[in-house]
């Protein structure tokens, strides 16, 4: 059943507004946006019978405070740009802010000359408009919402094209900074990562808030196509204001004996629905998921993940952790699915909740579905409250309680962290998480 006339109404008006701003973009483009807006208006709302958004939190998501319109000129844009500062040396750099491109730091000329592609994609859609054609969108929003994918779709702006030709490796990481700014706005960031054959590529995302007081929407979509032997490394940081409702669809495609590795920080929005396929295609192939959350307060945090292994000889590796303060929930539903031609596959699947108070509330749905017969898959979830001996040992010590949790958290999160690549973004994210309990102190 599809939503009723009137409640898409005022998005559908919206959506003609933004298809008539598109005089310039190739018909193609505008095709597949109204496809996509067709598609988000019969597709309908979850319910709570929907397995896919099981244990989650549905009001709301008819988005009836969203403004789906164009946006007024951002006035502190050079300040965003100074605040967009994670790394210091970097191989290309985009700052945006609700979708408009507030700072393009483009590539060298070495690496143009090899082929490199970086590009935000209102500039990629009419000079590399064969690449997003083989590329853009082409992988399945199947982890429950699909609705909002296509969303995504159908009001997409801005965000950045990253295409590594065959062999060619770069040292330096590629980082995007997607600022929300705007009360009531709606941005959809999209990162789209495409190396060729053995090539060799970093890049960083960040997605941040200009004021902690400015409710948003943000629906943003990350794909990663990684060719035959190429290495692939990712890393999110979340950090909207929590008056902010976040989706992130994530997923990778893993070419024969390629490597990808994905981790997300996420500690931001008063509600956050993640979602990451891997999908491991290519014999020899890895793929490494992780990811960390910190949940005070009202937030949720739902994460849904899907390990596909559809070839023999290939490994992945999903580690989860999660820590929640006061009446937080989490919830984490994840799957092993081997196929029957999968042989020898070495699949983990991992998610480990800490509570610090005895309101909050984690759920955790691993699982398996395994059709070869040899092969070595395990999953696990834990939950357990911080050890009341850890607690005295540092009280006995003069450590306030509060101080004494953070501690722990920090512990408990470090075996994600120091898998961050570049040490200057490993280094913003303790800080971001410091910063998060710094300010619960205050309240």
Known sequence: MSESSDAINPI????????EDLDTA????????TEAFENFASLPLPTRRTETWRFANIKGLELDDVKFAALPSISDAASLVDRSNFIETYAGRFVFGDDQTLKADRLSPELAAKGVIW??????VSKHGEILKDYFMKQEADLGSAKF?????????????LYVPKGVEIEDPFVVYNWSINAGSAIFPHT???????????????????????AAFSCGVNHIFAGVGSTVDYTLLQNFNEQTLGFQINSNIAGK??????????????????????QIKGSGSQVNMLSLAVADHDQEIDQRTLQTHSAPHTYSNLLFKNALVDDARTIFSG?????????????????????????????????????A?????????????????????????????????????????????????CDTVAENARQIIQAKFKKRLRK
């Open 12 to 19: 559908k008006e919206a959506f003609n507004r933004h298809i």
């Open 26 to 33: 190739p018909a193609w483009w505008k095709t597949s946006k």
């Open 119 to 124: 590009a935000p994609l209102r500039e990629a």
């Open 149 to 161: 994918a296509a969303l995504h779709q159908a009001f997409l702006e801005n965000g950045a094209l």
């Open 192 to 214: 789209l990562v495409i190396t060729e054959d053995f090539a060799k590529v970093r890049l960083v995302e960040a997605n941040l808030s200009a004021t902690e007081d400015a």
């Open 257 to 278: 004996d390629s490597n990808v590795k994905t981790i997300s920080v996420n500690v931001g929005c008063k509600r956050y629905r993640s979602e990451t396929h891997g």
């Open 335 to 371: 799957l092993i699915k081997v196929d029957p031609g999968a042989q020898q596959t070495d699949a983990y699947q991992t998610n480990r909740n800490l509570l610090l108070s005895g309101t909050a509330e984690a759920n955790s749905l691993p699982g398996l579905e395994i059709d």
């Open 373 to 421: 017969n040899d092969v070595k898959c395990s999953h696990g979830a834990t939950t357990s409250q911080i050890e009341d001996d850890e607690i005295f040992y540092m009280l006995a010590r003069g450590i306030p309680r509060e101080k004494a949790q953070e501690l722990i958290v920090y512990g408990f999160f470090e075996e994600i962290l120091e898998q961050i690549s």
